[in-house]
């Protein structure tokens, strides 16, 4: 099995509502990374846990709350988000992040509209 | 110094062409240089990658073209056909560079009419 599983695919949300994405991998990866993806722009890096802990945060305001609860499984709270914050939401996996593979596997995403 | 150059931002080429992005970068710590494949509504999906110890390297129809010295590489797609329509992202990554935190090129969006 070597997907990532993104859920919902699509998610329309009020500036004021709270929600949740979700991703899952079953490839025994222990690094798990979270990207946004504006329309015809490279994938901008959010946030990287390796074995369950926080290793990377870019800068990313806090109503956007990531939580690694167990290997497999990555999600991301979504609270008083802005409409400038709608975008395809990337969760990617790798093997982990001192090893000499560096490939990373990418879910389908999550489309999120703000309004 | 953390950038990664690509162009042209978009490439329509016949069916059967070869088409060519090119990358360029000037951190000399990185030492991982892959391509990504997107389709509309994907994720990005891993093409081909080489290291700066081979100048070259093949895969099916994708082939990654390095030059060390100029810190410059590409991606050339022998005999592309209309399924090869996608964008594609250059990349790069050095152990050194926070466990192997990609950076990404801006992408080209190629399109191979039938």
Known sequence: DTEVTQTPKHLVMGMTNKKSLKCEQHMGHRAMYWYKQKAKKPPELMFVYSYEKLSINESVPSRFS???PNSSLLNLHL????PEDSALYLCASSQDLSSRNEKLFFGSGTQLSVL | ???VKQSPQSLIVQKGGIPIINCAY???AFDYFPWYQQ???KGPALLIAIRPDVSEKKEG???ISFNKSAKQFSLHIMDSQPGDSATYFCAASGVGNQGGKLIFGQGT???VKP
């Open chain 2, 26 to 28: 000037e951190n000399t």
């Open chain 2, 39 to 41: 389709f509309p509504g």
């Open chain 2, 109 to 111: 969006e190629l399109s």
């Open chain 1, 79 to 82: 609270h008083a988000l802005q």
């Open chain 2, 61 to 63: 129809r994708f082939t």
């Open chain 1, 66 to 68: 990531p939580e690694c």
């Open chain 2, 1 to 3: 110094q953390q950038q």
